[in-house]
């Protein structure tokens, strides 16, 4: 939408140029003819394209036709009649043309301004056309004060062309920018809400893995104790076993002594205290031969000198 002094400068400029439905002329210069403020009948229009076709039209039937077409509110047919009789016409209707066809294009300019304006959100490409029209209307109506140095109305429509040209640009200079700053905005909330969903898409797996290992850890801590606890079931058992048996056989023992008496025992004869002695002397020889060999093995022998 246009801001406030963009919509201020529109209505100035609707002060100055006529529109329908209640059109006025030019405030300078007229028709050539007396002409009627009336709305162009289908006839007229018809007759005004007609005239462009004919490459022998009058500059001035083409002028007083533009100027019929512009109180009737055609402004793009008013302004083509009005470049025709330009572009044919001698010094006096030319400039007259030149002007008419700068203040056609000036009110094609308000026009798209008030479309512009009375739309709920701004469009680009409507401004965009709003500014090139009143380039070219700024461009026409300095041709027609160069053309016509003593028309005051086209300096003056020129430097308020100028001013809401101007005016225009920088709203759209502001517009480009904000949309720029909002793009950046946009797209850093975006990283930052991707990062955000990054960062929490670590955690929750940081977490995963921690409760993870936790339940690992726990299974191998149950699993180690339940091998503690069958260990110390199995070893009680064989304790238990043993002492069962060591029992068994302390009864079994008692039983026997019981059962049986008590045996005397002889006294040892000479040829067998002879025998044990001789044994036990065999024991310690063998003992000592084979102290003998161990200690010759690991004695080097001494080298030859010869």
Do not use: I
């Given at each position: 939408m246009m801001s406030a002094p963009i919509a201020l400068l529109a209505a100035a400029l609707l002060a100055q140029a006529p529109q329908s439905p209640?059109?006025?002329?030019?405030?300078?210069?007229?028709?050539?003819t007396p002409a009627g403020s009336a709305p162009a009948t289908d006839d007229a229009r018809l007759r005004a394209e007609a005239l462009l076709a004919q490459r022998a039209a009058a500059p001035e039937s083409l002028y007083n036709s533009g100027v019929a077409m512009y109180r009737a509110g055609d402004l793009e047919l008013a302004r083509e009649l009005f470049a025709t009789a330009a572009g044919r016409a001698k010094a006096g209707v030319a400039a007259r043309s030149m002007y008419n066809r700068g203040t056609t294009s000036y009110a094609e300019s308000l026009r798209a301004m008030q479309q512009a304006g009375a739309a709920a959100q701004p469009d680009p490409a409507a401004q965009q056309a709003v500014i090139d029209t009143?380039?070219?209307?700024?461009r026409e109506l300095k041709d027609a004060a160069r053309a016509d140095p003593a028309n005051v109305d086209a300096r003056a429509n020129a430097e308020l062309a100028y001013r809401v040209l101007k005016d225009l640009k920088?709203?759209?200079?502001?517009q480009k920018q904000e949309q720029q700053d909002q793009e950046k905005q946009d797209q850093q909330e975006k990283q930052d809400q991707q990062e955000k969903q990054d960062q929490q898409q670590k955690q929750d797996q940081q977490q995963k893995q921690d409760q993870q290992q936790k339940?690992?850890?726990?299974?191998k801590q149950d699993q180690q104790q339940k091998q503690d606890q069958q260990q110390k079931q199995d070893q009680q058992q064989k304790q238990d076993q043993q002492q069962k048996q060591d029992q068994q056989q302390k009864q079994d023992q008692q039983q026997q002594d019981q059962a049986e008496p008590p045996r005397e025992r002889k006294p040892m004869s000479k040829q067998e205290v002879?025998?044990?002695?001789q044994k036990i002397r065999d024991k310690e020889r063998a003992r000592l031969l084979d102290k003998i060999e161990r200690e010759r093995a690991r004695t080097k022998p001494a080298p030859k000198d010869w």
């Open positions: 209640s059109p006025q002329a030019p405030a300078s210069p007229a028709a050539t009143l380039e070219r209307s700024l920088k709203q759209q200079d502001q339940q690992d850890q726990q299974q002879e025998r044990l002695l």
